[in-house]
């Protein structure tokens, strides 16, 4: 079975690309993901759910340094995947994302889950696979995707449950 071709996510498609091609399992939420289940909205970064165990977040954080990314953090980017420093980030900074930046792009901004909201492996296996112009990419689920606005609760997270629960029905 085919995954379903969805239009162009041009910005985004070199950190998916880079992130693929590091070997890094990873998945797309919040507001790509929504747009991606087929709700027109507009987002402002690019959420991902990433495999958090140290060499896959190591591969994946080398990726997008290798594509020119910095942290907004003043941290060395490398130091997001030890396990020890994101659980003291979000103990000590209510750090729920890791931010990498483009220098050279303003609008390309991506934000990593140092914590995964759901099983990963719940995640993973239940994600929906979209073809992009260049590449499959898994999104999250759209019960898991619900979930997880629900969770953050603000108001454009109510706004996606909304439409994304319109598109299910």
């Known amino acids: 079975m085919s995954a379903p071709t969805v239009g162009r996510v041009t910005l985004f498609e070199p950190v998916l690309a880079a992130l693929d091609s590091a070997d890094v399992r990873f998945l797309v939420v919040g507001g790509v993901a929504v747009v991606l289940h087929g709700h027109p909205r507009m987002t402002a970064d690019l959420d991902l759910v990433i495999d958090l165990a140290t060499e896959p977040a190591t591969r994946a954080i080398a990726a997008l340094v290798k594509l020119g990314m910095v942290p907004r953090l003043p941290v060395d980017p490398q130091t997001f995947a030890d396990p020890n420093v994101r659980r003291a980030w979000a103990e000590e900074r209510n750090l729920t994302v890791f931010t990498m930046l483009d220098p050279a792009e303003p609008l390309l901004e991506v934000d990593l889950f140092a914590e995964v909201p759901l099983p990963f492996e719940d995640l993973w296996e239940q994600a929906a696979i ?6 499959a990419v898994r ?3 759209m019960d898991h995707l619900i979930a997880m606005k629900r ?12 439409a994304l629960e319109a598109l299910r029905g």
């Open 130 to 135: 979209v073809q992009l112009e260049n590449q």
């Open 139 to 141: 999104i999250a689920s």
């Open 151 to 162: 969770a953050s609760g603000r108001p454009q997270d109510l706004a996606d449950i909304a």
